[in-house]
């Protein structure tokens, strides 16, 4: 079966540290991006990443990093210096085209004490 | 730059009644995609409808229908014949121009179904 996954569905953390979620598609898809949403709010854009190798901050990117070096993968670092790191991150994909929707993930749900 | 606004953070609507949730966008662009999503409480994303903005007829896929207003940037969505299972999140998205740009979110909309 074709799809994103995202894992882990729950991760909890203590403050200070980084941790990394997990983005993988076996889509075949050129484009990746990381949404983060918090309750009751949209989805605000952290990362995308067009090709391999290739990156670009979203709207809120400070205290996130990436890193695209496989096609398939996409995984996302939130760093200690993310002040409110607990949140609702989810993951998505899209082929080339304005028409083409995002495929996303079930999402991984972060909270940080 | 481009924005969406949904001014309904929650819709009620009775069984088996038609639910109209409201989008109305901003851009400056010619060329862009209106998108609707529906995200139920497992927090899954579910892909509803597109219109282009080039598209003359209003977009439809099964019970949902997207009255596209090209003039006054509105791209509403319209659910015929609500069901329980539609209870849910609903955020209208705008794609600009090319390619793999990211898709810009509303805040949403919360739809309940009443029985």
């Known amino acids: 079966d074709g799809g994103i996954t995202q894992s882990p569905k729950y991760l909890f953390r203590k403050e200070g540290q980084n941790v990394t979620l997990s983005c993988e598609q076996n889509?075949?898809?050129?484009?990746m991006y990381w949404y983060r949403q918090d309750p009751g709010q949209g989805l605000r854009l952290i990362y995308y990443?067009?090709?391999?190798?290739?990156?670009q901050k979203g709207d809120i990117a400070e205290g996130y990093s990436v890193s695209r070096e496989k096609k398939e993968s996409f995984p996302l670092t939130v760093t200690s210096a993310q002040k409110n790191p607990t949140a609702f991150y989810l993951c998505?994909?899209?082929?080339?085209?304005?028409?083409?929707?995002?495929?996303f993930g079930p999402g991984t749900r972060l909270t940080v004490t | 730059a481009q924005k969406i606004t949904q001014t309904q953070p929650g819709m009620f609507v009775q069984e088996k009644e038609a639910v109209t949730l409201d989008c109305t966008y901003d851009?400056?662009?010619?060329?862009?995609?209106l998108f609707w999503y529906k995200q139920p409480s497992s927090g899954e994303m579910i892909f509803l409808i597109y219109?282009?903005?080039?598209?003359?007829q209003n977009a439809t896929e099964g019970r949902y229908s997207l009255n596209f207003q090209k003039a006054r940037k509105s791209a509403n969505l319209v659910i015929s014949a609500s069901q329980l299972g539609d209870s849910a999140m609903y955020f209208c998205?705008?794609?600009?121009?090319?390619?793999?740009?990211?898709?810009?979110f509303g805040k949403g909309t919360r739809l309940s179904v009443i029985a």
């Open positions: 990443s067009q090709i391999v190798n290739d990156f």
């Open positions: 219109q282009g903005s080039y598209d003359e």
């Open positions: 998505a994909s899209a082929v080339q085209g304005l028409s083409h929707e995002q495929y």
């Open positions: 889509l075949n898809h050129d484009a």
């Open positions: 851009t400056s662009d010619q060329s862009y995609g």
């Open positions: 998205a705008m794609r600009e121009a090319s390619g793999n740009t990211p898709l810009v």
